[in-house]
């Protein structure tokens, strides 16, 4: 039987334990938390003698004076441009409009000032493209309000890939249809965009709209025959216009490895080989008919000698030039030689 005085040590052992361990975790969290705080301080050192050391001029990268705002914010790794035009209500953004009119606006005009064409529509039709658009009231309103020689115009123009944009037509402000004929030989994607301007007594633009790029694919319209040649060179004719109705014809030499481009428009193709081989040739060949002694055969109705046709293969030396497009399809064209 234990004394009362084991009794007491036994009861005060577990508190006591309780308030060791306890202690022995604060202390090791705040031992934690001076290390991290030194760690800090060391850090903040070195930052501030490496500043020291380095001169003022070399801390930052300045951008080229010719360097655009916008292209400095690219270059920036964590910048992103937005368009903070609809963050404006529609006064500010008449007032935006307003800006862009080169010279003086006319007088009393309020909002913007051109409104783009719309409703653009493309078709290719007989070997050429029709181009349809209509006009927004607001730019036809501006007809009467422009000064003294300045005048509205829709300018018509043909983009294709890999080349700069081309002016199909410069039209009056009654315009509605444009026509472009003198298109590319080959099968080529081609977009049109028609633009409302402002022009100037020079013909300058002063103020433009553009509407929405409408695109498509017109047809190849030409056809070709390899007319003579050899291995070293081939003369090909070259149709130009609907098939059956052509409304030119060029005749070119090429060697391999030229591009066959016909009055300065490239066709698409290129000669890539030119061989002669041997080949047979199916003919048709009429024969007069005779009796057995020799005589003719004639016809009782008409007294014209009787003939006979016969199919024969016969030997020839064929010559073959080989082209290909922009995509590397293959396209033959072939030639008996005498």
Known sequence: MSSPSSARALVLTGPGLSLIV???????LNRLHNNDLERSRRLGSE??????AAPAEGRF???SPSTTF??????????????????????ERAEFARSRW??????????PLLAPPYGMAARYEAGAVSIHWACDPATLALVDELPAGQRLAFHVDRIEPGSPG???????????????????????????????????????PVAAEAGDLVSLTVPERFRLALIAG????????VEIGPEGRPVSARELDLEPGAALIVDGRPTGLTLQTLEVVPNERLETRRRLAFRSDGTLVLDPNTRTPRTSETQVLVP??????????STGAPRTLELDLP
């Open 22 to 28: 306890f202690a022995l975790l604060a202390l090791a």
């Open 47 to 52: 930052v501030a003698r490496s500043l020291e």
């Open 61 to 63: 990268e300045h951008t």
């Open 70 to 91: 916008e292209d400095a914010l690219l270059e920036m790794p964590h910048a992103v441009l937005v368009d903070a035009l609809p963050f404006y209500d529609e006064s």
């Open 102 to 111: 080169v010279g003086d606006p006319p007088s009393g005009q309020r909002g």
């Open 166 to 204: 081309r002016r199909v037509a410069e039209l009056k402000a009654d315009a509605r249809v444009a026509r472009d004929a003198d298109l590319p030989l080959g099968q080529t994607l081609v977009g049109y965009q028609v633009w409302a301007v402002i022009l100037n007594a020079d013909g300058q």
């Open 230 to 237: 050899d291995v070293d060179a081939a003369r090909i004719r």
């Open 316 to 325: 020839v030396t064929r010559l073959v030039a080989t082209l290909t497009d």
